[in-house]
């Protein structure tokens, strides 16, 4: 059963989503869907992350000129498959390309010397990190039912800074202009590994 916090929490950020006018917002996933989508995707979403997208699916008006992503908010009840297996590989593909590049974590132990063996081993770590899911963009909450009230996590790479205290936070700074940057504050970084690059 879902904490009620995290129902409200959920509930609050669809509110100011929906006060903030800036996309369609179709009707929210029902329970079957989510079992659909964690069952193919392999990941739960966090309690508040779900009862955010019961209340209403945003989904992505046609894109600005210039704009970095086409498809901002993932689709989860009719988006191409791809593309949501390509959102969801964001963070992890952003450290292998950090890596290409020198990046090493201290947890992995010794850099081998070879780039194939670099690679290899480095896969095999990310394959066991824990599961970010796309919010919006480059905007990830991590994975985990029966958890919630994460800070919202923008993710380039290893550049990884806080982006909402928690996810009704996000939804204001990302949507409604002059509210506080939660880079400004303190959220506490939640979820292993990732918590490791947060500025």
Same mark, same amino acid.
């Given at each position: 059963?879902?904490?009620? $916090?995290a129902?409200?929490l959920?509930?609050?950020?669809?509110? @100011?989503?929906?006060q903030?006018?800036?996309?369609?917002? &179709?009707?929210?996933?029902?329970? #079957? &869907?989510? #079992?659909?989508?964690?069952?193919?995707?392999?990941?739960?979403?966090s309690d $508040? *992350?779900? !009862?955010f997208?019961a !209340?209403?699916? %945003?989904?992505?008006s046609p894109?600005?000129?210039?704009?970095?992503?086409?498809?901002?908010?993932p689709?989860w @009840? =009719?988006?191409?498959?791809?593309?949501? @297996?390509?959102?969801?590989?964001?963070?992890?593909?952003? +450290?292998? /390309?950090?890596?290409?590049?020198?990046?090493?974590?201290?947890?992995?132990?010794?850099?081998?010397a070879?780039?194939?063996?670099?690679r290899s081993?480095?896969?095999?770590?990310?394959? /066991?990190?824990?599961?970010? +899911?796309?919010?919006? !963009?480059?905007?990830?909450? %991590?994975a985990?039912?029966?958890?919630?009230?994460h800070?919202?996590?923008s993710?380039?790479?290893?550049?990884?800074?806080?982006?909402?205290e #928690?996810?009704?936070?996000y939804? =204001? *700074?990302e949507?409604?202009?002059?509210h506080?940057?939660?880079?400004? @504050?303190s959220?506490?970084?939640? +979820? !292993?590994?990732?918590? $490791?690059?947060?500025?």
């Open positions: 059963m879902i904490d009620i $916090d129902v409200h959920g509930a609050e950020a669809a509110r @100011r989503l929906r903030a006018d800036c996309c369609t917002i &179709e009707p929210g996933l029902s329970n #079957d &869907e989510f #079992d659909r989508i964690e069952a193919t995707y392999g990941f739960q979403f $508040d *992350h779900r !009862a997208l !209340a209403g699916l %945003p989904v992505s894109p600005e000129e210039g704009a970095t992503w086409d498809k901002p908010w689709n @009840r =009719s988006g191409s498959p791809d593309d949501l @297996r390509s959102h969801l590989a964001w963070p992890t593909e952003g +450290v292998m /390309a950090s890596v290409e590049h020198g990046y090493w974590h201290t947890s992995w132990g010794v850099r081998p070879e780039i194939e063996a670099v081993v480095a896969e095999k770590q990310l394959a /066991a990190v824990p599961q970010l +899911v796309p919010l919006y !963009a480059h905007r990830f909450l %991590p985990g039912g029966g958890t919630h009230g800070p919202v996590l993710i380039w790479g290893t550049d990884i800074i806080f982006y909402g #928690d996810l009704a936070e939804i =204001s *700074h949507f409604e202009d002059g506080e940057h939660a880079e400004n @504050r959220p506490q970084a939640t +979820v !292993a590994f990732w918590r $490791d690059f947060v500025e």
